[in-house]
């Protein structure tokens, strides 16, 4: 795993904690192939190892269908009919829906791999073997959360973001766990299995924010808190860039001109063409990087370098942009924002 501990990146951390919005250093190497797999199995604790210091959390997680698919995805024709096309005999076994679909870990991180839930705590905030205790000590075996100092807490952020923790205290680092498996990276699966090529309506804001949410640390695990009004400027455009980093990384592994290739394609050109509207009105610097580099590739088959090394690039900004940029800066988007009733 590459660390990156440039100057940059740390000082951007301490600067949007000290503003009370959070940050983060990159923590993977996006042209590793080995990134796109969620989570390392044998690193899996599982949801027992959150449940005391997250119960509110972990509670409202088992209402979702993010939980829920761990009983029911087998049992739908649709998942039924894709397991045909692509001989697909055990659901929890395959890796065509392992790695987006469930929770896999393996017993005492030697065993064999075992689907043990849904789409749980790990899928999105990382395999939590490398990072639980210091995510979990604030200062000291008696030292309470409320007691933890400033200082500290964002030593521990920074130490556990940089041994794997998707922190959402950075918001590109949500909205990368959620495109990576809503964008569906997997050709066969899609020309072959008949797979859709991801949720194709998927927006950040209205998809983390309805039944899924579980905002429980402001209220001290009392109530599932809204977020700001700024904090959802941030997932917004955090989410178009995910949009496009994924998609042009699809498209990228798209090998013939079928179902696969043709909507990863569309859908980051769709990407691309929403954060320019976004730019419009934000006049955002690290938004135009990103519209410069993505603008400079053709969407088309036969160009994985290129478009890949743009991915990695538009990854590297999209972190810079969740540690650097505050949601008050991005008022000019406020009539872009998903309203309530269309949240999830």
Same mark, same amino acid.
């Given at each position: ?248 990384? $699809?498209? @990228? ?6 179902? &696969? *290739?043709? +909507? ?6 769709? /990407?691309? =063409? ?36 743009? $991915?990695? @690039? ?6 810079? &942009? *969740?540690? +650097? ?6 008022? /000019?988007? =406020? ?10």
């Amino acid at each position: 795993m590459k660390i990156s501990t440039s100057k940059v990146f740390v000082f951007a951390v301490m600067l949007s904690l000290c503003l009370g919005m959070g940050g983060s250093v990159p923590t993977q190497d996006p042209r590793n192939e080995k990134w796109e797999v969620a989570v390392d199995p044998h690193k899996v604790m599982g949801t027992e190892s959150c449940q005391k210091c997250h119960a509110s959390e972990i509670q409202t997680w088992k209402k979702t269908p993010h939980n829920e698919t761990f009983l029911t995805l087998h049992r739908k024709p649709e998942a039924q009919q894709i397991a045909s096309k692509l001989g697909i005999e055990n659901f929890k076994s395959d890796s065509n829906c392992i790695q987006c679909h469930y929770t896999m870990s393996s017993k005492q991180g030697t065993g064999p791999l075992e689907a043990i839930a849904g789409v749980s705590c790990e899928s999105c905030h990382g395999a939590s073997k490398d990072w639980i205790a210091v995510h979990n000590d604030y200062g000291g075996p008696n030292v309470t959360k409320a007691q933890e100092t400033r200082e500290h807490r964002l030593a521990r952020f920074q130490q556990s973001i940089q041994l794997g923790m998707r922190n959402p205290v950075n918001v590109y680092l949500l909205a990368q766990s959620c495109y990576r498996c809503h964008t569906v990276p997997d050709e066969k699966l899609v020309n072959v299995g008949g797979h859709n090529a991801g949720s194709l309506d998927f927006e950040l804001v209205s998809w983390s924010q309805g039944t899924v949410r579980h905002n429980f640390l402001r209220t001290d695990g009392q109530s599932n808190a809204e977020e700001t009004p700024a904090r959802l400027r941030l997932l917004f455009v955090a989410g178009m860039i995910a949009d496009l980093e994924f998609s042009m990384k $699809a498209t @990228a592994k798209a090998t013939q001109k079928a179902t &696969f *290739g043709i +909507t990863s394609a569309q859908r980051a050109q769709r /990407a691309l =063409e929403r954060l320019k509207s976004a730019q419009e009105k934000l006049q955002q610097p690290l938004l135009q990087e990103i519209i410069n580099i993505a603008s400079s590739v053709k969407l088309k088959l036969n160009n994985r370098e290129q478009l890949e090394t743009a $991915a990695a @690039a538009i990854n590297e900004l999209g972190v810079k &942009f *969740g540690a +650097t940029v505050r949601g008050d800066d991005l008022i /000019a988007i =406020e009539s872009f924002i998903p309203p309530k009733d269309k949240w999830k």
